[in-house]
């Protein structure tokens, strides 16, 4: 185990949560983050995934890319994105992750922390798109459980994936960190 997984484990742990699933066997996929209602949303992510042995990517506003921030961001697994055209971020995130040898990337289907009408499906496209699995990651703040979660079988049909996700996660009651903000079923 290097310094820097014994590190993350320990911050975990010390910040009560408890790590359930190893990293995702695959080279590819995608890993859902649900429900995304906090900005703390993101680093218990990262110490959680580094601390079971895997490296996420998450798409961050190229905004964030500047000097020393940019550099750090990169390292952290940060993809800069253009969020002004959504089709463009799907392209360049399929680009990214097809000239990749290894990539799991992280994003939240709700697209923001805010509560929102509809979930977005950015997910199904760049999965599709690079043929790989995807996954129902999960962080709950009601139990402090954090964890990738199960894979997913995709279908032709984004709209009624998204539905059975959706339908997947209400099951499991989870609490994101601002429970106002999170609604499975829209």
């Known amino acids: 185990m290097s310094f820097s997984q014994k590190f993350c484990a320990f911050a975990l742990k010390a910040l009560g ?6 990293p995702v066997p695959e080279e590819k996929c995608v890993i859902l983050g649900v429900p995304h209602t906090s900005v703390w949303d993101f680093p218990i992510s990262l110490l959680y995934y580094t601390a079971v042995g895997g490296k996420a990517y ?9 000097g020393p ?3 750090v961001l990169r390292k952290l697994g940060g993809v800069p994105v253009d969020r002004s055209n959504g089709a463009k971020v799907v392209l360049s ?9 290894k990539m799991h990337l992280a994003l939240a289907p ?25 996954y129902l990651g999960y962080f709950d703040w009601g139990t402090k459980r954090i964890g990738r979660g199960q894979k997913f079988e995709l279908t032709d049909d984004p709209v009624a994936d998204t539905k059975r996700i959706q339908e997947i996660y209400e099951a499991m009651h989870l609490q994101g960190k601002h429970r106002e903000n999170y609604a499975t079923h829209l």
């Open 17 to 22: 949560w408890t790590a359930v699933d190893p």
């Open 58 to 66: 998450c798409m961050i506003k190229k905004e964030f890319f500047w």
């Open 69 to 71: 921030l940019g550099w």
């Open 93 to 101: 995130v399929v680009h990214e992750m097809n000239k990749a040898q």
């Open 110 to 134: 709700e697209g923001t922390r805010k509560k929102v009408g509809r979930w977005k499906t950015g997910y199904h496209k760049i999965a599709t798109a690079v043929g790989c699995p995807v």
